[in-house]
């Protein structure tokens, strides 16, 4: 099993590519010391399409962002804005 570990303020991971078909929103589980944000987009460097606030979690904990992904074939990238460094252990599509 993979994961993305210590990120730091203004760190971006990228995954390609997801079919993307009605998929409405993003859960995120995350673990480590953090506080701060996660902005949610599909290309590097286009529009933030959501975002959801981060604190203190030892264990691995469920963050979630409505999302309206376009339908198609497109990446996600996550950023990290905030202190600590946290990491993720898994993402899940909510319809």
Request: proline fraction near 5%; include cysteine; hydrophobic fraction near 35%.
């Amino acid at each position: 099993p993979g994961y993305v570990g210590n990120m730091k303020n203004n760190a971006t991971m990228g995954i390609k590519y997801f079919d993307y078909q009605g998929v409405k929103g993003l859960r995120v589980f995350m673990r480590g010391y953090m506080g701060g944000t996660v902005e949610i987009r599909n290309e590097f460097q286009g529009p933030v399409l959501g975002e959801f606030t981060v604190q203190n979690e030892n264990f691995d904990f469920p963050f979630e962002a409505k999302v309206d992904f376009p339908d198609g074939k497109h990446c996600l990238y996550l950023t990290y804005k905030g202190s600590g460094n946290p990491s993720i252990t898994k993402i899940e599509f909510l319809k």
